[in-house]
């Protein structure tokens, strides 16, 4: 009987010890589960907030990029309009080139005949008074109140001749010239009649020695244009005064023409 109450109790103890120890370790675990929870709560809430720092990261980034892409659409308009722009100066550059190119042909034209004329002839000319004259060894003179040509002056009409013959297309105005004595014969009204009539016997004589009259204009300027000072009291002053130039003239028609059209595209 006592040996069965013995065994008893020490079964007795021992349920309760391992009772205890299970309780101990159900508490241990029981607190390591909640503290693993609570873990595992703190990191979901860091990846949640992780999540939305990068979501509104990402709307920034979306934003930035529409912005772009607007910046980028917007260069890519003004680069076209540069460009449509740029072909077109280049287009208008073209233009103008074109048009100084024909602006220079037809001055060249319009004093080609000249120059070939000058060369072909051994010829000289000079400028004076925006005009270019014949620069000559031998001008032809006259007596005063005369429009009577020298025969001395022969040779320098035929050389004259001779140029205009073999350059139909230049033009020439032959302009007579008096001293400052007023005509006393009465043949002539005043000086600009007796420059005139002066002009016009050189044309005449240039016609005969066969130089086409078309190429010929007779013009006269009397005593207001001297060659030198007028002094009534030097004749040779009166005597080199007393003559006819030949003035050579461009195309007119094709220097007006470059006129008109530097006027109408400046």
Request: glycine share 4%; aromatic share 6%.
């Amino acid at each position: 009987m006592r040996r069965s109450l013995a065994i008893g109790t020490i079964l007795a103890i021992t349920l309760i010890l391992s009772s205890c120890v299970s309780k101990k370790n159900f508490l241990n675990l029981q607190s390591e589960k909640d503290e693993l929870a609570m873990n595992i709560e703190k990191m979901r809430m860091d990846l949640q907030n992780q999540i939305t720092m990068l979501q509104e990261q990402n709307e920034d980034l979306n934003r930035d990029k529409d912005l772009l892409n607007k910046d980028i659409v917007s260069l890519e308009t003004q680069i076209t309009d540069t460009e449509e722009k740029v072909k077109e100066v280049e287009f208008n550059l073209k233009e103008k080139q074109y048009q100084i190119s024909q602006l220079w042909n037809e001055m060249d034209a319009a004093f080609t005949g000249v120059e070939e004329a000058m060369t072909t002839n051994n010829t000289r000319i000079k400028e004076l008074e925006n005009f270019l004259y014949l620069d000559l060894d031998e001008i032809p003179g006259f007596e005063s109140g005369s429009d009577m040509v020298d025969a001395d002056d022969e040779a320098t009409l035929q050389k004259i001749a001779t140029m205009l013959i073999e350059n139909p297309a230049v033009t020439m105005v032959i302009e007579g010239h008096t001293d400052s004595r007023p005509t006393t014969t009465g043949e002539y009204r005043d000086n600009w009649d007796l420059s005139v009539s002066r002009a016009t016997q050189i044309v005449r004589k240039l016609v005969d020695l066969g130089v086409n009259p078309k190429q010929l204009i007779a013009s006269g300027r009397g005593e207001y244009s001297p060659k030198v000072a007028n002094d009534e009291n030097d004749p040779e002053a009166q005597a080199a005064n007393r003559r006819t130039e030949f003035i050579i003239v461009p195309n007119i028609g094709k220097i007006y023409k470059v006129y008109k059209n530097k006027k109408t595209n400046p």
